[in-house]
């Protein structure tokens, strides 16, 4: 394992391959390669999440799926903050288990649901992820770090929140949508 440098005065680096698969938390973070992507990681990740739930889901209890959206809270808590660290970025665009493990949340609470259900709520999670309205704009802020400082725990928990706060607005809209 690798130290990771906390200076003030580095300089944000890019995630790549190398990186990657240097340390699991960093495969983690970065999605398993869905982060990577030069463009719209964040959608990419989400696909990726989509695909992994629909391959998970017939064989896992809601009891085990509740457990791994409870360990992939606090696993991913460390890997995002660990690979933040390691970017020298407080929330880099490279990084989407936050969104992987949103959108699972989203997907296994709307379950059961058709594919085109699985898709609008796809759309409005990235609808509320990637335009930040209201309560995500909030939660987007609230554990940013200066830039140039340190990053620590509350940058990781930050990355994580704001995708919980887009999936709590996602699943709102839902049960409105599905109650009228």
Same mark, same amino acid.
């Given at each position: 394992?690798?130290?990771? $440098?906390?200076? +003030?005065?580095?300089?944000?680096?890019?995630?790549?391959?190398?990186?990657?698969?240097?340390? $699991?938390?960093?495969?983690?973070?970065?999605?398993?390669?869905?982060?990577?992507?030069?463009?719209?990681?964040?959608?990419?990740?989400?696909?990726?999440?989509?695909?992994?739930?629909?391959?998970?889901?017939?064989?896992?209890?809601?009891?085990?799926?509740?457990?791994?959206?409870l360990a992939g809270f606090f696993v991913g808590w460390w890997a995002c903050t660990?690979?933040?660290?390691?970017?020298?970025?407080?929330?880099?665009?490279?990084?989407?288990?936050?969104? *992987?493990?949103?959108?699972?949340? *989203?997907?296994?609470?709307?379950? +059961?649901?058709?594919?085109?259900?699985?898709?609008?709520?796809?759309?409005?999670?990235?609808?509320?992820?990637?335009?930040?309205?209201?309560? *995500?704009?909030?939660?987007?802020?609230?554990?940013?770090?200066?830039?140039?400082?340190?990053?620590?725990?509350?940058?990781?928990?930050?990355?994580?929140?704001?995708?919980?706060?887009?999936?709590?607005?996602?699943?709102? *809209?839902?049960?409105?949508?599905?109650?009228?």
């Amino acid at each position: 394992m690798s130290s990771v $440098p906390d200076a +003030p005065d580095m300089a944000p680096r890019r995630a790549t391959v190398r990186l990657m698969l240097s340390h $699991p938390a960093h495969a983690m973070a970065l999605g398993f390669g869905s982060g990577l992507s030069p463009m719209a990681p964040g959608t990419v990740g989400t696909l990726w999440a989509w695909l992994a739930f629909l391959v998970m889901q017939p064989y896992l209890s809601p009891l085990q799926m509740a457990a791994l959206l409870l360990a992939g809270f606090f696993v991913g808590w460390w890997a995002c903050t660990f690979t933040a660290r390691s970017l020298a970025t407080p929330d880099p665009g490279s990084i989407v288990w936050d969104e *992987v493990l949103a959108f699972w949340l *989203v997907l296994w609470l709307v379950t +059961p649901a058709s594919l085109i259900e699985q898709g609008v709520a796809f759309a409005l999670f990235r609808y509320f992820d990637a335009a930040k309205p209201g309560p *995500v704009a909030w939660a987007d802020t609230l554990f940013k770090g200066r830039r140039g400082a340190p990053i620590g725990w509350a940058q990781g928990f930050g990355i994580l929140f704001d995708d919980l706060v887009a999936a709590l607005c996602t699943l709102l *809209v839902i049960s409105v949508w599905r109650w009228l």
